[in-house]
């Protein structure tokens, strides 16, 4: 089974934007929602947001109006438009199907500071 790909992070101030892009699996692309999760440190992995192959979409109360998911089926790439970024959002962000079938890949990392 092949890992997921993040790319796209990297360090920005607060109220900034960043766009991070993942690269997955057709076999768990054309089949399952995706998802970005994040994991801050000494913390659980969290769902941060998830879209259906209808490209329905759901948010984490701690990022719903900020964020932005999308994906292109044709591609089977998923992106997060990160928009008015917090330090509260630093974190290793990783893409995943929901709910989480594939390995998790290493993910790409987020740093929010001035």
């Known amino acids: 089974q092949v890992q997921p790909v993040e790319s796209g992070g990297g360090l920005v101030q607060p109220g900034g934007s960043l766009r991070l892009t993942c690269a997955a699996s057709?076999?768990?692309?054309?089949?399952?929602?995706m998802a970005w999760y994040r994991q801050a440190p000494g913390a659980q992995r969290e769902l941060v947001a998830s879209?259906?192959?209808?490209?329905?979409?759901s948010y984490a109360t701690s990022v719903k109006g900020r964020f932005i998911i999308s994906r292109d089926n044709a591609k089977n790439t998923v992106s997060l438009q990160m928009n008015s970024l917090e330090p509260e959002d630093t974190a290793v962000y990783y893409c995943?199907?929901?709910?989480?079938?594939?390995?998790w890949g290493q993910g790409t990392q987020v740093t929010v500071s001035s």
């Open positions: 057709g076999s768990i692309f054309n089949l399952y929602a």
């Open positions: 995943n199907s929901n709910p989480s079938v594939a390995y």
């Open positions: 879209i259906t192959r209808t490209r329905t979409t």
